[in-house]
């Protein structure tokens, strides 16, 4: 399970005084069959460190780390992960009416959950 931002909307935040609170949230379910393979614990170390620094100037190595690397990799097992399914839940207020998602927008506080709102606004029509 993978949880993206997420967060409180309160009252307070709408129009509409009689509205409850909510959370608003990413959530994503990856199913998967999972095989260890601690023989490839370096390897696949490196690589991930290699494709994190890519870019960088002056990018680090695992090899800055000396006797220490050692250590910790010992800490990590590398796997393998053959997918099955994925699903993605969102609710980011994508139901609400445009004055009460426009209250959200104008008060809520996290950053990264208001960047993910406005991506999927899709706030139904007034009736």
Do not use: C
């Not at 129009?15 to 994503?28: C, E, G, H, Q, R």
């Not at 994190?52 to 690397?69: F, K, T």
């Not at 910790?72 to 609400?96: C, M, P, R």
Request: aromatic share 10%; net charge neutral.
């Amino acid at each position: 399970m993978f949880q993206g931002p997420n967060g409180y909307v309160s009252p307070r935040l709408v129009p509409d005084k009689t509205w409850a609170p909510t959370w608003n949230y990413i959530l994503v379910r990856v199913t998967a069959t999972v095989t260890f393979r601690p023989d490839q614990n370096d390897t696949a170390l490196r690589r991930l460190v290699a494709k994190m620094e890519a870019g960088r100037a002056d990018a680090w190595s695992v090899d800055e780390m000396g006797e220490r690397y050692a250590r910790i990799a010992g800490h990590i097992t590398a796997f393998d992960a053959d997918v099955t399914s994925i699903k993605a839940t969102f609710k980011l207020g994508q139901d609400e009416k445009p004055a009460m998602f426009e209250g959200m927008l104008a008060g809520l506080e996290q950053p990264e959950l208001l960047r993910w709102m406005r991506r999927f606004a899709t706030p139904r029509a007034e009736s």
